[in-house]
C-alpha cells in the first residue's frame, strides 16, 4: 500500500519541518496547524501509493488527531499568561462539540471543491475585515459575553475544524475578535483551548466513519494514520510552546495584521488550487 515509502528520508525530512512550522503557527495564532498539515499529508500520502479514494479523509482525520495534542500544548503555554477565559471556554467547548460531530459526518460523504472555494472566500472577507477596518478590540470586554454567542462561535469553529481537518482558529479567532469584541491574545488562548475539544471529537469522528475501509494503508485507524502522527505530532507539540512565547512579546495590532495575512494567503491558495487545478 505504500506505507513504507513515508520512510525515506526526504519525506521524513519534510514532514518534520513542516509539522514543527505546523506547531509553531498554533502556538502563535491559537490555529491548529491544519492549514499546513492537510496539503503536506495530501501530497504524501499520494507519493507513499495510499488509494486515491481515501487520501482526502485520511489527511484530514491525521491532521486532527496531531492537532489535539499541539492545541493541549499551546492552551497550556496561554494559560499561564493569563490568556484562556475557562468560563467562555466552557461554551465555546460545548458549541464546538456540536460542530465537529456534524463538520466530520457531513465531510465524511462529500468531496467538497465548491464548498473550499466559498470557504476561501469568506476567509479573504474576514482577513480584510480584520485588517482594514479595525474592529473595536478593548483591552477588556465591559459586559459579559452573552452565553448564545459564545455557544454560536463555537458551534461554527468546531464544524469548520472537522469538515476541513483544520483547527478551526482560522474561523474561531476573527469570530472572538470581530464578533465578540475579545482582545487578540484572549481570543488566541480562548481559541487554542477550543481546538482541543473540536480536534478531539473531529478526530475521533474520522476514526470510527473510516473504520472497516478496506483501502486504508497500514497503520491506519479508521481515517487516522497513526504511523504519520507519531512521527509529526512530537514536533508540533514543541515548537507549539515556542509559538505561545513569541505570541506574548507580539503586541496586540502586529498580531492581529499577521493573522489577517495568514488568513488572505490561505484563503487565495485555496481558492486558486481548487477552481485552477
Do not use: C
Not at 480584520?130 to 483591552?139: K, Q
Amino acid at each position: 500500500m505504500g506505507t513504507m515509502h513515508l520512510l525515506t528520508l526526504p519525506i521524513i525530512t519534510l514532514l518534520v519541518l513542516l509539522g514543527s512550522l505546523a506547531g509553531f503557527l498554533a502556538g502563535l495564532l491559537g490555529i491548529g496547524g491544519g492549514i499546513i498539515l492537510v496539503p503536506l499529508f495530501l501530497w504524501v500520502f499520494s507519493t507513499a501509493g495510499f488509494h486515491p479514494e481515501v487520501i482526502v479523509h485520511l489527511a484530514f482525520g491525521t491532521s486532527l488527531a496531531i492537532i489535539l495534542p499541539t492545541a493541549i500544548s499551546s492552551t497550556l503555554g496561554h494559560r499561564k499568561r493569563g490568556n484562556v477565559d475557562w468560563h467562555q471556554v466552557l461554551y465555546l467547548s460545548i458549541g464546538a462539540a456540536l460542530g465537529a460531530v456534524a463538520g466530520a459526518s457531513a465531510a465524511a460523504g462529500l468531496s467538497g471543491e465548491w464548498l473550499k472555494v466559498a470557504f476561501g472566500a469568506m476567509q479573504i472577507l474576514v482577513a480584510l475585515k480584520m485588517y482594514f477596518l479595525h474592529p473595536h478590540l478593548p483591552p477588556e470586554r465591559g459586559n459579559q459575553v452573552p452565553v448564545y454567542a459564545l455557544l454560536l462561535v463555537g458551534l461554527t469553529g468546531g464544524a469548520f475544524s472537522a469538515f476541513f481537518g483544520v483547527g478551526g482558529g482560522v474561523i474561531a479567532v476573527p469570530l472572538m475578535v470581530i464578533v465578540l469584541q475579545l482582545p487578540i491574545h484572549l481570543a488566541v488562548g480562548n481559541s487554542s483551548a477550543l481546538i482541543v475539544v473540536s480536534a478531539f471529537t473531529g478526530a475521533l469522528s474520522y476514526t470510527l466513519h473510516g473504520l472497516g475501509n478496506a483501502q486504508l494503508p497500514p497503520y491506519s485507524l479508521g481515517y487516522v494514520n497513526v504511523l504519520v502522527a507519531f512521527l509529526v505530532a512530537p514536533f508540533t507539540i514543541l515548537l507549539a510552546r515556542l509559538g505561545v512565547r513569541v505570541a506574548g512579546r507580539v503586541s496586540n495590532d502586529r498580531l492581529r495584521y499577521i493573522f489577517a495575512a495568514v488568513l488572505l494567503i490561505i484563503g487565495l491558495r485555496m481558492i486558486v488550487k481548487n477552481l485552477y487545478f
